[in-house]
């Protein structure tokens, strides 16, 4: 399973003779805090941990007393090995020059303190470690729960999975949709729009973000240029600013904006975006429907089908060393298009008995995939898709 690999994944590093920072990033509730608690549990030498997330001013000088703390302890059993986690960094101000001090005097002193850093702006992360701790680091993506998650540790199944989508905090209270609504709402969409992308980035026009975000999980799944995005949005602002701000929901692991599949890269990257959601709860929260009304409505239960296939694909885009794109060529169209050691892999999703595979063979005719695939009834069981590794098809 994924959360029992990504557990096997950080022990090991950590374990391993000190040679990198380890930094877990990912979105909100998605559990690293506890998987970080339960690795630390099961070291075989001990570990301080500490997280700045609630700390009225979180300054460097945070750092160096927690860092003081761990080396302290190290030096109480220097026979040991120890290691010091600090969750949330990204919200300590300069948090990456910090830690370069620390750990390059730890290095030149030889004392022996392991570093795991977590935190749930991937940007933020990202851009620290490019600008002080290059050559000093290894990431590990902890991505949203996929369908064979929630269901060994849950017991979800497959409809409540693509209404519910894969946040474990949510699983108890499932049956009250309501509170359902409210804690997707407000602790995990308002908490990262907020905390992970408007506190810690410069946002110029935060209302355009947050609807741009509501639209995007709306049309889930769908097409759309950015000139028509502005049009559909009533709201100042140009292309270049919602691109940017698609990018900034992105990292924080909410909305992400697919590109067209081409054999050019500068056509690819100058394409209308397909908006895929990260985790179909943040679709389903939003809207006014039901669980049992939505199964009634094939053309809206489709569409999250296909949504679920997309969120089960781009949280492994970072694992896996996956490229994710769309394709459409007129009337022509293949819902996702996945590639990897120079392999590619066309797949079409379908909620219903028939379908049409006209796009499924202009794409093969044209681009000679090594794979086309349906996802469905008529193809492989969109049960069995979700408890693959994309990683495996190739």
Request: hydrophobic share 40%; net charge neutral; aromatic share 10%.
């Amino acid at each position: 399973m994924y959360q029992r690999t990504l557990f096997q994944l950080v022990r090991t590093r950590v374990i391993e003779p000190r040679k990198f920072i380890q930094v877990l990033a990912g979105p909100r509730q998605v559990g690293k805090t506890t998987l970080v608690t339960q690795v630390m549990q099961d070291l075989p030498f001990p570990a301080h941990y500490a997280t700045a997330d609630g700390l009225v001013t979180a300054g460097q000088v945070w750092i160096t007393e927690q860092w003081e703390i761990a080396r302290i302890r190290q030096q109480q059993n220097p026979s040991a090995d120890f290691l010091l986690t600090l969750d949330e960094i990204q919200k300590v101000e300069n948090w990456s020059e910090s830690v370069k001090r620390e750990w390059d005097a730890d290095s030149l002193s030889g004392i022996p303190v392991k570093v795991l850093l977590s935190g749930s702006s991937r940007l933020l992360l990202q851009q620290g470690l490019s600008e002080s701790l290059t050559g000093r680091f290894e990431m590990i993506y902890a991505g949203h729960w996929s369908f064979s998650e929630m269901q060994s540790a849950f017991g979800i199944d497959l409809t409540k999975y693509i209404w519910f989508g894969g946040y474990p905090g949510s699983a108890g209270i499932m049956d009250q949709v309501v509170r359902w609504k409210q804690y997707i709402s407000d602790s995990i969409i308002e908490t990262s729009i907020s905390k992970d992308i408007l506190m810690l980035t410069r946002v110029e026009k935060p209302a355009l973000l947050r609807r741009l975000f509501e639209f995007g999980c709306s049309y889930s799944g769908q097409i759309f240029s950015y000139t028509k995005m502005l049009g559909q949005l009533t709201t100042a602002g140009n292309t270049t600013t919602l691109s940017h701000y698609l990018d900034l929901l992105s990292q924080a692991g909410l909305l992400t904006g697919l590109e067209k599949f081409a054999s050019n890269q500068i056509r690819q990257r100058s394409s209308s975006p397909k908006f895929q959601v990260f985790n179909t709860a943040l679709i389903t929260a939003q809207r006014h429907e039901s669980f049992t009304d939505i199964l009634h409505q094939p053309s809206q239960w489709g569409r999250l089908v296909e949504s679920a296939v997309g969120a089960h694909l781009v949280n492994h885009i970072l694992t896996d060393n996956i490229t994710l794109n769309y394709w459409r060529d007129r009337n022509d169209e293949v819902d996702f298009v996945i590639q990897k050691n120079g392999k590619t892999i066309g797949l079409e999703v379908s909620s219903g008995e028939a379908h049409k595979r006209i796009g499924m063979e202009a794409f093969q005719k044209r681009f000679h995939p090594y794979r086309i695939l349906l996802i469905g009834k008529t193809g492989i069981p969109l049960h069995n898709f979700l408890l693959t590794n994309p990683g495996d098809l190739f």
